[in-house]
């Protein structure tokens, strides 16, 4: 080789690091949760899917700086204002209200993707669903408006409750809708219904021993984030009181709940993905309508019937979209 073509070499190969910085770095996703990882794996798998609908692989041409809050509200406001200094290009912030408003109150300038089970338009994220302004767009199911519903489902497998309590925490953003819906139909089903307030994990035993005390009871639980993120306790606490219960989202029945009527999680975060593809292809979140949830499932867990001496009728099973043997 001559010297000329040496150095000449020499001088590349010195130039790789230097190139290899000067590549364009990956946009990057900011995922803000107000939960923990390890119950959420399902929900990021179908979060990662929706993105890539559009052609977004996480690690090939997409970062996904996560920010868990490990149950702990306080702590979203700092997670989103982190994600802000990372210049995150979207923030999604699923499954959860209060991730929602922490985000938007960190940024009026990076787009949000949320889903909520609120009315997003009350509690002040959109202007409106068909036209969100701002930076602000997501996905809505309206979780709360289901409340009616799942005690008239919860009769129907427990007819003989004498008595039905409803588990809420005290600050939750579905909390006043819940409360509304059941202000307005609960007298239909002429049993008396009893507010459980708990906003801790000890607040929650406490509250489920003392609806035990007495026999008759039959439970159903707000579809609130803290509620959520607890629902293998929940659960758990269930089966030991031999309290049957009915619950938001399938999540519940698959840790071993009795029931759940309310909107498919997966399908929720599919949404927020490809809506967080989307804007990432130059779309403007002031343009994509909020997207309203339509696919609802009741899901009933047999063996968790049987055990609690309750026989699923046969039209309330016809209705169900999963049966759990």
């Known amino acids: 080789m001559k010297r000329r073509e040496f150095i000449m070499l020499i001088g590349a190969v010195a130039a790789w690091p230097s190139a290899a910085r000067a590549q364009p770095a990956l946009?990057?996703?900011?995922?803000?949760?107000?939960?923990?990882?390890?119950?959420?794996?399902?929900?990021?798998?179908?979060?990662?899917?929706?993105?890539?609908?559009?052609?977004?692989?996480?690690?090939r041409n997409v970062t996904i700086e996560y920010r868990w809050a490990?149950?702990?509200?306080?702590?979203?406001?700092?997670?989103?204002?982190?994600?802000?200094?990372?210049?995150?290009?979207?923030?999604?912030?699923?499954?959860?209200?209060?991730?929602?408003?922490?985000?938007?109150a960190a940024t009026t300038t990076i787009p949000i993707v949320f889903s909520t089970g609120a009315d997003p338009v009350a509690l002040g994220l959109v202007a409106s669903l068909s036209r969100p302004g701002g930076n602000v767009t997501g996905i809505v199911n309206i979780s709360a408006n289901l409340a009616a519903k799942r005690l008239g489902l919860l009769r129907s497998l427990v007819p003989r409750a004498t008595r039905f309590a409803v588990l809420v925490t005290h600050k939750g953003p579905l909390t006043r809708g819940t409360?509304?819906?059941?202000?307005?139909?609960?007298?239909?089903?002429?049993?008396?219904?009893?507010?459980?307030?708990?906003?801790?994990?000890?607040?929650?035993?406490?509250?489920?021993?003392?609806?035990?005390?007495?026999?008759?009871?039959?439970?159903?639980v707000s579809p609130d984030a803290l509620l959520t993120n607890l629902r293998a306790r929940i659960v758990a606490l269930a089966a030991q009181h031999a309290v049957p219960a009915i619950y938001s989202v399938r999540e519940f029945v698959e840790a071993g709940g009795l029931m759940s009527y309310g909107p498919n999680f997966m399908s929720t975060y599919q949404q927020?993905?490809?809506?967080?593809?989307?804007?990432?292809?130059?779309?403007?979140?002031?343009?994509?309508?909020?997207?309203?949830?339509t696919k609802f499932e009741l899901v009933i867990n047999l063996k968790v019937a049987r055990a609690l001496g309750l026989n699923a009728p046969d039209d309330l099973l016809a209705l169900a979209d999963d049966v759990i043997e």
Do not use: C
């Open 27 to 59: 946009p990057v996703i900011g995922f803000l949760h107000a939960g923990s990882p390890d119950p959420n794996i399902k929900h990021v798998a179908a979060f990662r899917q929706g993105l890539s609908e559009r052609d977004y692989i996480e690690g």
């Open 70 to 104: 490990e149950g702990q509200d306080e702590r979203l406001p700092g997670l989103a204002a982190d994600l802000v200094r990372y210049k995150a290009a979207v923030i999604a912030a699923p499954g959860t209200t209060q991730a929602a408003l922490a985000a938007k």
């Open 179 to 220: 409360l509304k819906e059941l202000q307005v139909e609960a007298p239909q089903i002429r049993l008396p219904v009893q507010i459980l307030y708990a906003d801790a994990p000890d607040e929650i035993d406490v509250a489920l021993a003392k609806l035990a005390e007495k026999p008759g009871a039959a439970l159903m």
């Open 272 to 293: 927020v993905g490809e809506y967080s593809g989307r804007i990432l292809q130059g779309e403007k979140p002031s343009d994509l309508p909020v997207v309203q949830a």
